[in-house]
């Protein structure tokens, strides 16, 4: 019905041409189309009546002025008030006031009017009834709209249809939008420019845009598509919703009188499309133009300079903003607290915020965003969050999903509980934004049951949500219940697009399930996403979190493009190999290559130089990173030069290394300072940095359990009852080791000693076998490794039923070679495992790839890629 509508209008030749010319439009074409006048355009006019009567003019007159001002119901009073006098009113007066609700969307006075309009017994004109069509779609009754549309019968005129395919349009009955406009075809009606907006609108759907084409043409033959703004803005809507830039770029080069709208929208289209550079090149032509910005236009670039992190740039467009006394305006404001805080400078960002005249949801909302995507001011960001549910603005969805992820960042349990029970309150702990920061926020605490039940509560679960519920329980070694969550994702009735692939290979990379990951990758290729940058990168960060780096290297190979992302990970993957070498090329090679690098990427560089023992390249790319690159270090980047002197043994440096920070040291820098202590035995500063990480966060177990285990090394059996009896005391458990390995789509879970296995006596015995043999070959038991006051023979037996240990032997049993036995573990290895399993390897010949809490440890014939430096 469609393509004969069309065709029936404008020949089937001329479609065929007009769909070609839109396809090529030249930019500047050299002779204009008439302008088109449209004689069914219908206007009320205002005319006075002439009437002998003074007081009926005047009433009328006053009934007129309080409708356009929207004093609707002091305009109803002035009509009960011509009634009691007996001065009836006209249709232009009725007509006024169904605008007036038209306006303000006011049903039920608008149906008040309607009333009255039937009790005067006046004959409807098509004014009149098409204000009634439009009152009632657009107050969203489409059944009454439909009924008086129909009731028209051949008095139907273009606003009339054009209200019905509007409404269809935006409420997501595009077919239906598009059959009317049609039919309105078939009937001969000539569309206005309202019209063509709401069925190109329609046709944004991917399903009709071979119908958008086609209307294309139709515009281009009537004349709309030169020199109508609205129509052209409706085209570049369109293309740009179904990722089609180029097209949308040529509708707007063909609009020969643009307007600022027109380059704001074309603006803000290529940044939301993550086009930002183009964006910035397509204001300063608007700027050449001698169009001036307004706030929308500014915001929009002003985001792409964020999304871009062009701080530059985004200075400039901060002073254009002065000069044109927009600084203070709340879209403009925003904008540059949210770029000010992705470029690190959240002083910069706050003195924006502090200026602004007024604060709404929305500026409070970025502010707080900006802090706890910092990292570094979580504590700001609920300081203020405090300041705004203190003053008069509600926070809304975005609000509590930001400041949740202050919380998890913060470890703060209580803060993130009592946030949680406002969250109730407000009656959004079910919107799934809200939701998704619950369940992650308890996920970081450990608190699965938490998690799981927010999860649980959620009205319509989606992707991120069994993607965070995923993550969170293999984060936390639940690992059958985030495998049921992975199952539960792809049952889910949400297509096979790219976010959905890409949250499933995140979740197989968490739990370590290659065999899954290969799975997903296999069906992705046959959906045809192979080409996707999203899929690619989380090809590559599934491969390098799975130990298969070469895999994760085809997969960057194969990819057409790569952004920071992609060199990220895989500079990433190769880091957490213990390849420094590899990892510093590749990041020479991004850099070659015109990518910048971002703060995730210097935390892998530096992560790789600590894994290596690279103190002077690591001193080098920490201080470029600034320098150079204008990366602003976070407590993260701290704590990887702390992981770098400490593995080195450059301790005392470390420790002034810390005290010389601008910022006030973490939990996490002074853990791995006493991490430092631990490996190579400084009791007095391992004594300072868990006198520190106690007064921070006093119940984090890991600074007792690092203290008793260097005190346990040193023989110091006393200060280990000690420190085992304060953390009873507070109630703390230490993280019990586990290991994990998966055989034919099944994890199987080990801790030390464990004997609940069903192939628990095979293991067991698999192990005095292989004691045996590597004895042989001469391994010697370490027992300084067992960190308890028992007998030696005890201790050489306590070693034997360390959990990765038992998963290299349940991988021994169950599997064959070539394939390499994958065993991870939640903590680091002990060094007389790390000893044996080499051993193993040599004895066995086959290989074992080891993913501890820090790196993956690849052994091969009684060597490890780490060369025993981890």
């Known amino acids: 019905m469609v393509a004969s509508s069309l065709l029936g209008w404008m020949g089937g030749t001329m479609l065929a041409e007009a769909h070609l010319a839109a396809r090529f439009l030249p930019s500047n074409p050299s002779v204009r189309p008439p302008r088109r006048s449209n004689p069914t355009a219908t206007s009320v006019s205002f005319r006075r009546v002439s009437t002998r009567n003074p007081s009926l003019e005047a009433l009328k007159d006053r009934l007129i002025r309080l409708a356009d001002s929207g004093r609707i119901d002091d305009a109803l009073s002035t009509l009960d008030l011509m009634a009691d006098r007996g001065i009836p009113a006209d249709l232009v007066s009725y007509s006024v006031l169904l605008r007036s609700c038209i306006r303000s969307r006011d049903l039920r006075r608008g149906r008040l009017v309607q009333r009255r309009l039937l009790d005067s017994g006046l004959q409807f004109d098509s004014v009149v009834t098409n204000s009634l069509i439009s009152l009632y779609s657009k107050c969203g009754e489409w059944e009454a709209a439909l009924s008086i549309f129909e009731e028209m019968g051949s008095r139907r005129d273009v606003v009339s249809w054009t209200a019905l395919v509007s409404y269809a349009a935006q409420n997501g009955m595009q077919g239906r939008a598009i059959a009317m406009f049609c039919q309105m075809l078939e009937t001969g009606i000539i569309p206005n420019e309202f019209s063509f907006c709401s069925v190109i609108q329609a046709c944004s759907k991917s399903e009709y845009q071979w119908i958008g084409w086609a209307i294309l043409g139709f515009v281009v033959k009537m004349g709309f598509f030169w020199w109508d703004a609205s129509v052209g803005c409706a085209l570049i809507d369109m293309f740009a919703e179904n990722d089609d830039l180029l097209s949308a770029r040529k509708v707007f080069d063909g609009i020969l009188e643009r307007n600022a709208v027109v380059w704001t929208l074309m603006i803000s289209r290529y940044g939301q499309h993550g086009r930002g550079r183009d964006a910035l090149d397509?204001?300063?032509?608007?700027?050449?133009?001698?169009?001036?910005?307004?706030?929308f236009t500014l915001s929009s670039v002003i985001s792409a300079c964020s999304d871009l992190e062009s701080l530059e740039f985004g200075r400039q467009m901060h002073?254009?903003?002065?000069?044109?006394?927009?600084?203070?305006?709340?879209?403009?404001?925003?904008?540059?607290?949210?770029?000010?805080?992705?470029?690190?400078?959240?002083?910069?960002?706050?003195?924006?915020?502090?200026?602004?005249?007024?604060?709404?949801?929305?500026?409070?909302?970025?502010?707080?965003?900006?802090?706890?995507?910092?990292?570094?001011?979580?504590?700001?960001?609920?300081?203020?969050?405090?300041?705004?549910?203190?003053?008069?603005?509600?926070?809304?969805?975005?609000?509590?999903?930001s400041i949740l992820k202050a919380c998890a960042n913060?470890?703060?349990?209580?803060?993130?509980?009592?946030?949680?029970?406002?969250?109730?309150?407000?009656?959004?702990?079910?919107?799934?934004?809200?939701?998704?920061?619950?369940?992650?926020?308890?996920?970081?605490?450990?608190?699965?049951?938490?998690?799981?039940?927010?999860?649980?509560?959620?009205?319509?679960?989606?992707?991120?949500?069994?993607n965070?519920?995923?993550?969170?329980?293999?984060?936390?070694?639940?690992?059958e219940q985030a495998i049921e969550v992975l199952y539960q994702i792809q049952s889910m009735d949400m297509g096979a697009n790219a976010f959905t692939f890409a949250s499933l290979l995140s979740a197989a990379a968490s739990i370590?399930?290659?065999?899954?990951?290969?799975?997903?990758?296999?069906?992705?290729?046959?959906?045809?996403?192979?080409?996707?940058?999203?899929?690619?990168?989380?090809?590559?960060?599934?491969?390098?979190?799975?130990?298969?780096?070469?895999?994760?290297?085809?997969?960057?190979?194969?990819?057409?493009?790569?952004?920071?992302?992609?060199?990220?990970?895989?500079?990433?993957?190769?880091?957490?190999?213990?390849?420094?070498?590899?990892?510093?090329?590749?990041?020479?090679n991004m850099v070659s290559a015109g990518v910048k690098p971002n703060a995730v990427t210097y935390v892998a560089v530096l992560s790789s130089c600590s894994h290596a023992g690279l103190v002077e390249q690591g001193w080098e790319h920490f201080h470029a990173m600034q320098k150079d690159h204008r990366v602003a270090?976070?407590?993260?980047h701290y704590a990887c030069m702390v992981d770098l002197l400490g593995r080195s043994g450059l301790?005392?440096?470390?420790?002034?290394?810390?005290?010389?920070?601008?910022?006030?040291?973490?939990?996490?820098?002074?853990?791995?300072?006493?991490?430092?202590?631990?490996?190579?035995?400084?009791?007095?500063?391992?004594?300072?940095?868990?006198?520190?990480?106690?007064?921070?966060?006093?119940?984090?177990?890991?600074?007792?359990?690092?203290?008793?285990?260097?005190?346990?090394?040193?023989?110091?059996?006393?200060?280990?009852?000690?420190?085992?009896?304060?953390?009873?005391?507070?109630?703390?458990?230490?993280?019990?080791?586990?290991?994990?390995?998966?055989?034919?789509?099944?994890?199987?879970?080990f801790h030390v000693g464990d004997t609940s296995?069903?192939?628990?006596?095979?293991?067991?015995?698999?192990?005095?076998?292989?004691?045996?043999?590597?004895?042989?070959?001469?391994?010697?038991?370490?027992?300084?490794?067992?960190?308890?006051?028992?007998?030696?023979?005890?201790?050489?037996?306590?070693?034997?039923?360390?959990?990765?240990?038992?998963?290299?032997?349940?991988?021994?049993?169950?599997?064959?070679?070539?394939?390499?036995?994958?065993?991870?573990?939640?903590?680091r290895v002990c060094g007389d495992c790390h000893n044996a399993i080499k051993c193993i390897s040599k004895a066995t010949g086959r290989d074992v790839i080891l993913r501890d809490s820090n790196r993956f440890h690849h052994i091969r014939n009684g060597e490890c890629s780490c060369n025993d430096y981890w």
């Open 757 to 827: 296995h069903p192939q628990a006596q095979k293991i067991y015995a698999k192990l005095d076998e292989l004691f045996a043999r590597i004895k042989e070959m001469g391994y010697v038991p370490n027992t300084n490794f067992v960190l308890h006051d028992i007998e030696d023979h005890l201790k050489e037996q306590y070693l034997l039923q360390h959990s990765e240990k038992i998963a290299v032997a349940f991988g021994l049993i169950n599997t064959s070679g070539p394939k390499p036995i994958r065993v991870f573990k939640n903590l």
């Open 410 to 466: 913060l470890a703060d349990s209580q803060v993130g509980q009592q946030i949680h029970a406002r969250v109730i309150k407000s009656g959004l702990a079910f919107v799934n934004f809200v939701g998704n920061s619950l369940v992650s926020m308890y996920a970081r605490f450990g608190r699965m049951e938490e998690a799981i039940r927010a999860f649980d509560s959620l009205y319509e679960k989606n992707v991120v949500s069994c």
């Open 282 to 295: 397509l204001y300063l032509e608007m700027i050449l133009s001698d169009f001036e910005p307004d706030r």
């Open 633 to 636: 270090p976070t407590m993260e």
């Open 651 to 749: 301790l005392e440096d470390a420790f002034k290394f810390i005290n010389s920070m601008p910022l006030r040291a973490d939990v996490l820098v002074w853990r791995t300072l006493l991490g430092g202590c631990s490996v190579h035995g400084d009791i007095r500063l391992g004594e300072i940095a868990a006198k520190r990480i106690l007064e921070l966060a006093p119940e984090d177990p890991a600074a007792y359990v690092l203290l008793s285990n260097m005190y346990a090394e040193v023989g110091r059996w006393e200060d280990v009852a000690t420190v085992r009896h304060a953390m009873k005391e507070r109630n703390l458990n230490k993280e019990a080791g586990l290991s994990w390995i998966e055989v034919e789509n099944i994890i199987h879970k």
């Open 468 to 479: 965070a519920i995923a993550d969170g329980c293999a984060k936390n070694y639940n690992y």
């Open 512 to 588: 370590g399930m290659l065999s899954k990951g290969q799975q997903l990758h296999a069906q992705l290729l046959k959906a045809g996403l192979r080409s996707d940058m999203g899929i690619g990168n989380s090809l590559i960060s599934m491969y390098s979190r799975c130990g298969s780096i070469d895999d994760a290297c085809q997969a960057f190979g194969e990819m057409n493009d790569h952004n920071v992302i992609s060199w990220t990970a895989m500079i990433t993957g190769f880091a957490k190999q213990g390849d420094a070498d590899q990892a510093l090329k590749l990041y020479q």
């Open 319 to 401: 002073s254009q903003a002065i000069r044109l006394g927009l600084a203070h305006d709340a879209c403009v404001g925003c904008t540059l607290v949210d770029m000010y805080a992705k470029c690190s400078l959240m002083d910069d960002s706050r003195k924006v915020f502090d200026r602004m005249d007024e604060h709404s949801v929305m500026s409070w909302t970025t502010i707080i965003s900006g802090y706890a995507q910092s990292s570094m001011h979580d504590e700001k960001a609920i300081e203020l969050f405090i300041n705004m549910i203190n003053g008069s603005v509600r926070p809304n969805h975005f609000t509590y999903s």
